[in-house]
């Protein structure tokens, strides 16, 4: 998921770089408790995104070699 994106990226390449281990893998009894995890989840990864001061402070582009 690409936060503030609405864009088309198919074909394009992306390179992504983990910051940060977010949970373990974990089974879920039915759709509804996937679905409430995903929103805590998000609500991590944004708190760590701004603690980290990403991408602003550490955006870096890469050049196709």
Request: no cysteine; hydrophobic share 35%.
């Amino acid at each position: 998921h690409l936060f503030n994106f609405e864009g088309n990226l198919y074909g394009q390449e992306l390179t992504m770089i983990p910051i940060a281990y977010l949970r373990p893998e974990i089974k879920f009894p039915d759709l509804e408790e996937l679905r409430l995890q995903i929103i805590k989840d998000v609500e991590v990864v944004k708190e760590i995104l701004q603690e980290k001061n990403w991408p602003q402070k550490n955006a870096t582009s890469y050049e196709k070699k």
